[in-house]
């Protein structure tokens, strides 16, 4: 007999570098269950998102597929219903497929595959946030990220993003008993993704309070000098109005206060997911991956929020706990994308054709990497379509080192090994030509031109529709999840065949001996 098949917990987070948690070594922010986690299964040290933007990110993790081929450039643009995703492939394979909380859907298709949605989403679904690369360099539209985030960190009674998390939570929680409940025997693949810690920074006091602002170190890169800076950064900083703020030093330690209590409250929702999924009786049953959208530079070189290459907004936590199938407190140096993830949970859950599917995606399958071994494969690759740029901008990650272009900016790279902030740039030296050469072909389909050609097609497609579609009444695509009036007793309902359908007896392993 075959094993069974093995349940899938995808948990996201929003804007969270990997740099910025325990599990990584930092020695300030508390996180207590995202370490428990990465004890319990592998962490990857050098995983990357293949685009630091949300949307494009999160379509490239669910499909497989880098940003030039989904065709998600940037966070209006749709992912197309018929572009087979992870969740497709689950649930065509006999999986129950649900999502609670924030992935970005740009237009009518809210679900890519999913049965249920459970929340909705905490950004818009229209194509409103369309960037102009034909507009001037000191344009700025109104979507931009400005710097009233970390103008303006504090300690609420509430907030949208507390809101919106605590929601996120509960039905990502209630979910996982509502399967032990309805479906068990099914597997299930249920992603509960959280829009903190993303900015703004605004929590409770019970999570300011947990940090000494007198601990919290200021950026490890201090604020480059604008004529030192590389173009890609000054466009940034032009673009979020960063210089014009002239932060103080308090300033920039308060809004750091603010990111590391979002991480503390993010930590407590997904512990709040994880007990649930305990008290369920399927955690032994379930892998469960930890990652996030993108990173957040927080003030690093003077930059902040995502849209970068560089590590802090590139480089993504990625855990992975797998009973009986990753070992505990494993470490993966190897770079790895989110690409990957795909081809190793089709590999992980025994799909029939998950070879053949593999092979059309820009991932790998991690699994000889978890096992220990060290196979061939290509290096990790990310592309930046979006605001901020008006070319393509590429990175690629190969062992130690990492190469950056983006069309007529100078090329970047960097040793990532001798240099962990990246603060010498090799490309010109006699030392680093070669390894330039060497992963500029790493990228052999890349085409800047051509792939220019069509997001500036797309941009202009996307402005046209956006005037006419505002002239009239609008038809918002925007999530709304249907009632479950049903859950509990209504007109002519049979109270007590609810009450007992809506029982879950708690594990054995939770019951006193007297209880069992």
């Not at 194509?127 to 000191?138: F, Q, S």
């Not at 509960?170 to 959280?194: I, K, M, N, Q, T």
């Not at 829009?195 to 929590?203: G, I, R, S």
């Not at 059309?360 to 740029?389: F, K, N, Q, S, W």
């Amino acid at each position: 007999m075959s094993a069974p098949r093995p349940n899938v917990l995808l948990l996201m987070a929003d804007q969270l570098a990997a740099g910025w948690l325990p599990a990584y070594g930092h020695a300030v922010v508390q996180a207590p269950n995202l370490a428990a986690l990465a004890s319990a299964g592998a962490t990857f040290d050098a995983a990357y998102c293949a685009s630091p933007l949300c949307a494009p990110s999160r379509a490239s993790l669910l499909s497989g597929l880098l940003p030039s081929r989904t065709g998600v450039f940037d966070n209006a643009a749709e992912m197309r219903a018929s572009l087979p995703t992870i969740v497709h492939h689950l649930r065509a394979a006999g999986y129950a497929t649900s999502l609670a909380g924030k992935m970005h859907f740009v237009g009518p298709d809210q679900l890519h595959g999913f049965e249920e949605r459970l929340t909705p989403d905490v950004y818009p679904a229209g194509l409103d946030w369309t960037p102009d690369w034909t507009a001037g360099p000191d344009t700025r539209l109104t979507w931009y990220h400005t710097m009233e985030s970390v103008l303006r960190p504090g300690v609420v009674a509430a907030s949208m993003q507390v809101d919106y998390d605590d929601e996120v939570a509960f039905h990502g929680a209630r979910a996982l008993l509502d399967h032990a409940r309805r479906r068990r025997g099914e597997p299930f693949f249920h992603v509960v993704s959280f829009a903190n810690p993303h900015d703004p920074w605004e929590l409770p006091r019970r999570y300011w309070d947990r940090y000494d602002p007198a601990a919290i170190a200021p950026p490890s890169v201090p604020p480059i000098p604008l004529e030192e800076v590389d173009p890609h950064s000054r466009r940034l900083r032009a673009m979020c109005g960063v210089d014009e703020a002239a932060l103080t030093e308090a300033q920039v330690r308060r809004a750091r206060h603010g990111y590391f209590a979002a991480i503390s409250y993010l930590d407590e929702r997904v512990g709040q997911v994880l007990a649930a999924l305990d008290a369920s009786g399927l955690a032994e049953d379930t892998i469960v991956i930890f990652t996030a959208d993108h990173g957040e530079m927080l003030g690093e070189r003077g930059l902040w929020f995502k849209m970068a290459f560089f590590e802090p907004a590139a480089r993504v936590p990625l855990l992975v706990r797998a009973p009986g199938r990753v070992a505990a407190g494993a470490r993966i140096g190897a770079p790895v994308s989110q690409l990957d993830l795909p081809p190793t949970l089709l590999e992980l859950c025994g799909h029939p054709d998950a070879a053949d599917i593999a092979a059309g995606l820009d991932g790998t399958a991690l699994g000889p990497l978890v096992a220990g071994a060290a196979p061939p494969r290509g290096a990790v690759i990310a592309e930046y379509l979006a605001e901020g740029v008006t070319a393509p901008a590429l990175m690629v990650r190969r062992d130690r080192f990492k190469y950056v272009a983006c069309g007529d900016d100078p090329e970047q790279l960097y040793d990532l090994a001798a240099d962990p902030h990246e603060q010498r740039d090799l490309a010109r030296s006699a030392a680093g030509a070669r390894h330039v050469e060497r992963l500029r072909s790493e990228a052999p389909g890349w085409d800047p031109a051509a792939l220019a050609a069509r997001v500036l097609a797309s941009q202009r497609e996307r402005r046209l529709v956006v005037a006419a579609l505002g002239r009239g009444r609008a038809a918002a695509w925007d999530y709304v999840p249907p009632p479950d009036a049903g859950r509990y007793v209504g007109t002519r309902g049979d109270l007590y065949e609810l009450q007992r359908r809506a029982r879950l007896d708690a594990p054995e392993s939770h019951r006193r001996p007297d209880e069992r």
